[in-house]
């Protein structure tokens, strides 16, 4: 069913002090159980939710739009909340004037697509479990045919756990209640890549244990397949264990802080929970900014750790060049955006088919575009151009920028080297990590420039018969 413009009589709700959907219109019902809800249980719909929180906090009736989505439609919505008093105090009664249905926009799935580069691009994966550790729902950096094969089964029948004596850690934790931290496990089927796994407990509005949520990142310091405690690895103990400091325990260390660091200032910053002085939300962007910055330079230790072992290795997936120029200006567009710059793209009919590593390459060129904008004035335009190079198939990226003096044309590419610029958000690792990477998949990075007259980068890989 499809409703859309003004209703003739609203669809009503009430929560309860707790947050729970006492009472609901069909539509509303509908929505709710759509978003995952249960009948008599928390409200689902999170816009719904935050908006009746909100009133809550201000102790004050609102009326304002919200957007919300189903399965097949986009849902925008006038809302009204009223709290309760006398014997119904603490409730919230929800009362929707105008529901307006329209189906998700093509680019939505594009909008998906964008957020599982993210994921990939950072290796990152995710699990959500019930309380027995059966698997609800989950995503894999690199095996995106996984929520198929492991729907329903145990999370211990999934992973194994690197150091055996580790699971035993893990089942404590998980009949304490308690987090779990860093554990180093592997793909016991497929792929059998390893990840570092780390979980949080969830507890629902009863105060019952509901499940875990964890979190995955694959440990780039085990690429080869090989473990501490396997027999077997041609690189000792000693020079593993202090090789895999940061990636294995400092790197996913910082990344839970910083994330809750920059997820709490960009809803301050954005007001999302209520008024806020002026100075205050540019305060709170700030911290975004820079707890922004401080995972990028994370990111960047850990893959130069991981590049610099003598284990390190890539995979030679079958890609396209074309489509990862496309998803990395897509995962840039609304920085490039801010500046007013247009990102120029081949056309998506081309195909340009090379041998590489998928998350890889989307790193490098995630990378060049992302310099690009950078140092391209406001309004300027970045040009991306395939070629064929013989056995080889390259992109360009060029830009409109103030150029690189030919005796730096090396130095870009050495370790920390920022050519003096400070203040502008970079780690000098980006182009040293972007070479060695492309030369780990037998290709190669250079760049043209001149002091005033732009740069342009250029990516070759290894070209692969259609």
């Known amino acids: ?61 609102l009326s304002r739009p919200v957007q919300a989505a189903d399965d097949d439609n986009l849902i925008n919505m006038w809302v009204e909340t009223r709290l309760q008093r006398a014997e119904n105090a603490g409730n919230i009664a929800i009362s929707i004037i105008d529901w307006k249905e329209t189906p998700v ?48 089964q145990s999370l211990l029948d999934v992973v194994d756990f690197i150091a055996p004596s580790k699971q035993s850690v893990l089942i404590e934790s998980i009949s304490e209640r308690q987090p779990v931290r860093a ?54 103990k000693n020079e593993l264990i202090s090789d895999s400091l940061f990636g294995s325990q400092l790197g996913p260390a910082l990344r839970q802080p910083l994330g809750k660091i920059i997820a709490n200032a960009e809803t301050i910053g954005s007001r999302l929970e209520g008024p806020l002085r002026g100075d205050y939300s540019d305060y709170a962007k700030d911290i975004a900014s820079a707890g922004r910055h401080l995972m990028d330079l994370v990111n960047d230790l850990s893959d130069l750790e991981a590049i610099q072992r003598t284990s390190f290795s890539v995979a030679a997936d079958d890609i396209d060049l074309v489509d990862l120029c496309h998803r990395a200006a897509g995962l840039l567009a609304v920085k490039a955006a801010d500046h007013q710059i247009r990102i120029d793209l081949p056309d998506k009919d081309i195909e340009m088919p090379v041998k590489g590593e998928f998350r890889r390459v989307l ?104």
């Open 1 to 61: 069913m499809t409703v859309s413009g003004n209703l003739a009589e609203p669809v009503r709700g009430q929560l309860d002090s707790d947050g729970r959907l006492i009472a609901a219109d069909p539509l509303l019902l509908r929505l709710h159980l759509h978003c995952g809800g249960y009948e008599g249980g928390p409200l689902a719909v999170p816009q719904l939710s935050n908006l009746c929180r909100l009133s809550r906090q201000l102790n004050m009736n």
């Open 363 to 466: 790193q490098i060129l995630v990378n060049l575009i992302g310099n690009a904008i950078r140092y391209s004035p406001d309004g300027s335009v970045i040009k991306l151009q395939v070629v064929q190079d013989g056995e080889y198939s390259a992109i360009t990226v060029r830009d409109q920028g103030a150029g690189i003096a030919e005796d730096d044309h090396q130095r870009i590419f050495e370790k920390f080297e920022r050519l003096g610029r400070s203040g502008d958000g970079g780690s000098g690792l980006g182009l040293f990590i972007s070479r060695r990477l492309a030369n780990a998949m037998d290709g190669s990075l250079s760049v043209e420039s001149a002091v005033g007259k732009g740069s342009t980068f250029k990516l070759s890989l290894p070209s692969r018969a259609v």
């Open 105 to 152: 926009p093509s680019n939505s799935g594009e909008s998906l697509g964008r957020q599982r580069d993210f994921d990939r691009l950072n290796g990152r994966g995710s699990i959500r479990t019930d309380a027995s550790l059966r698997i609800m729902a989950l995503s894999l950096p690199d095996d995106l045919d996984a929520v198929e094969k492991y729907i329903g």
């Open 183 to 236: 554990q180093n496990v592997r793909q016991k089927y497929g792929k059998k890549l390893h990840y570092i796994l780390s979980g949080q407990p969830l507890i629902d509005n009863d105060g019952l244990f509901s499940g875990y949520r964890f979190s995955l990142e694959l440990d780039e310091n085990e690429a080869t397949g090989d473990s501490l405690d396997e027999p077997g690895s041609t690189i000792p």
